[in-house]
C-alpha cells in the first residue's frame, strides 16, 4: 500500500468522508484539551486557527470573544464549521472568517494576530519553515502556541497515529525560534490519554519591541 500524500486531495477526501458519515459524532468533538489549559486566561483579541479542521477550536476561541481567522485545506471541513457557526447565530458567526488555505506555502500578515495556534498539522516541507511563517503572524506581546503528535512512540518504539507526517517538535519548533524574540512558556512532550504516543506542546510569547 503506497503512502498518503497528504495534499489538498488527500484532505478534502478525507473530510468529506468523514463528514458525510459521521457527522453527529464531529459536530461532539470537544475542542483541544492543551488549549483549553493553556489559553484560557488569555484575554481574546485577534486570533489565527491554522489548519482549523472542522472548526472546534476556532469554535471556542470565538466563545471566549475572540475574533477568528480559521484557515484549512478542506472546503468541506470549512463548510462544517461556518455551518456550526451560523448554527449558533449570526453575532458569533460574525467573529470568524473562514479561509481555505494551503499551509505549505501560505502566510498570514505579518505581526498581526494576538494568537496564532497550530495544532497537529501535518507539515509539507521543512518543520522550520513552517514554524516561522507561522510566528511571523504574531504581533508583539502575543502568544504562538503548536501541538505535534510524535510519529514513533518514545517509550515503545512503535509508530502512532502520525507516523508518516511531519509535525511539530519540542527541538524543532525551538530551534527555529530566535531567543531574543520570543519568550518561552511551556516547551515539553505530554504523554497522550486518548491514543499512545507522546504530544509536543510549545507556548511561547513574542517580546513587546
Request: hydrophobic share 45%; with cysteine.
Amino acid at each position: 500500500m503506497s503512502k498518503p500524500t497528504f495534499d489538498q486531495e488527500y484532505w478534502e477526501g478525507l473530510w468529506s468522508k468523514t463528514l458525510r458519515e459521521k457527522a453527529d459524532v464531529v459536530a461532539r468533538r470537544p475542542p483541544n484539551a492543551y488549549l483549553k489549559a493553556e489559553l484560557a486566561d488569555i484575554p481574546p483579541g485577534r486570533a489565527l486557527d491554522a489548519g482549523c479542521g472542522h472548526g472546534a477550536d476556532t469554535l471556542w476561541l470565538a466563545a471566549q470573544g475572540w475574533q477568528v481567522t480559521a484557515a484549512d485545506f478542506s472546503e468541506s471541513a470549512l463548510s462544517h464549521g461556518k455551518a456550526m457557526a451560523q448554527a449558533v447565530g449570526a453575532a458569533f458567526a460574525d467573529r470568524i472568517d473562514w479561509i481555505q488555505a494551503d499551509l505549505a506555502t501560505w502566510s498570514p500578515a505579518p505581526c498581526h494576530y494576538d494568537l496564532v495556534l497550530c495544532l497537529y498539522v501535518h507539515i509539507a516541507g521543512a518543520e522550520a519553515d513552517f514554524v516561522k511563517r507561522m510566528a511571523n503572524g504574531v504581533a508583539p506581546g502575543g502568544t504562538l502556541f503548536l501541538v505535534g503528535h510524535r510519529p514513533i512512540d518514545p517509550l515503545t518504539g512503535m509508530a502512532t497515529i502520525a507516523a508518516n507526517q511531519v509535525q511539530v517538535s519540542v527541538e524543532g519548533a525551538l530551534a527555529a525560534l530566535d531567543a531574543e524574540v520570543w519568550e518561552l512558556i511551556v516547551a515539553e512532550e505530554r504523554k497522550r490519554v486518548v491514543s499512545s504516543g507522546v504530544d509536543a506542546v510549545i507556548r511561547v510569547r513574542r517580546l513587546e519591541e
